[in-house]
């Protein structure tokens, strides 16, 4: 008998395990996928302002890139993203002051993958949110920098 509780108590452990890393798993993809979204938004929104002008026109798209690859995540788990965007009425009063907003946005990103990277355990959320961390550090970021008049470390 004492076995038995022994055996289904590791059992419900284990099941409840994988539910908590399953739900842990699935509330990471869902916030990358609501900041990318967000993003995607963001960039179509300036462009709609300001004319189809760099670097949002490039943006964009690799936005849209960013969520595609996290629908994939998504489905492998046999899960479908919501698209759940609450417009904010933003008008900025240059391109720069979009840079700026843009800017801040983007590093917010990048913290916001290294914290999910430090809590996610399934490998291909890893490399996708590696993938899409490494994008916003070393193009979006640089690119923003220059559209800002921010001077690059050499």
């Known amino acids: 008998m004492r076995c038995a509780v022994k055996w289904l ?46 670097p949002f026109s490039n943006l964009v798209g690799s936005e849209e890139r960013h969520m595609n690859l996290l629908e994939q995540v998504f489905k492998l788990n046999g899960w ?12 900025y009063s240059s391109v720069v002051s979009a840079c700026d907003v843009s800017l801040e946005a983007e ?4 913290a916001m993958y290294d914290r999910l990277l430090k809590d996610t355990s399934n490998e291909e959320a890893r490399a996708v949110f590696l993938h899409l961390r490494e994008a916003s550090a070393d193009r979006h970021i640089p690119a923003l920098q220059r559209c800002a008049g921010l001077r690059l470390p050499d």
């Not at 798993?25 to 916030?31: F, G, I, P, Q, R």
């Open 9 to 54: 108590t590791a059992l419900v452990l284990m099941f409840a395990t994988s539910a908590m890393a399953s739900t842990s798993l699935k509330s990471a993809l869902v916030e990358a996928y609501q900041d990318e979204l967000n993003a995607y938004m963001r960039y179509e929104s300036i462009i709609q302002q300001f004319g189809d002008i760099m």
């Open 80 to 91: 479908s993203p919501l698209k759940i965007y609450h417009p904010i009425a933003q008008f």
């Open 107 to 110: 590093e917010y990103n990048v």
